[in-house]
Nanobody, 126 residues
Framework: QVQLVESGGGLVQPGGSLRLSCAPS????????MGWFRQTPGKEREFVAA????????LYADSVKGRFTTSRDNAKNTVVLQMNSLKPEDTAVYYC???????????????????WGQGTQVTVAS
């Protein structure tokens, strides 16, 4: 099992930026997928972005492509989600998660992810 701790949420104006971090503890293997999801009240968790812990593969939802970037901070052993040009519709609780299955693919379904962080609120409003 991997424990995940997120940080970096908050309130930002439309067009602004936020940077979320996800710190995993426990053994992380190169083929693990580190995913970012978001959820608003009454809706299912929505895939945002993901990358392989090795860093060789990333995937983004169409709604965030070109605005969000996920990467690994090797110095801090964390995964970050840099969110730029934020819109009110990006408002949600953001979660990081890990898929521990041995696979070269990146899954978009939240059901495939094994461990989850506690979530951090991101609010985009003027």
């Amino acid at each position: 099992q991997v424990q995940l701790v997120e940080s970096g949420g908050g309130l930002v104006q439309p067009g602004g930026s936020l940077r979320l971090s996800c710190a995993p503890s426990g053994r992380i293997l190169s083929y693990y997928t580190m995913g970012w999801f978001r959820q608003t009240p009454g809706k299912e968790r929505e895939f945002v972005a993901a990358l392989k812990w090795s860093g060789y593969s990333t995937l983004y939802a169409d709604s965030v492509k070109g605005r969000f970037t996920t990467s690994r901070d090797n110095a801090k052993n964390t995964v970050v989600l840099q969110m730029n040009s934020l819109k009110p519709e990006d408002t949600a609780v953001y979660y990081c998660a890990v898929d521990r299955e041995f696979s070269t693919n990146i899954d978009l379904s939240a059901k495939k992810y094994d461990d989850w962080g506690q979530g951090t609120q991101v609010t985009v409003a003027s």
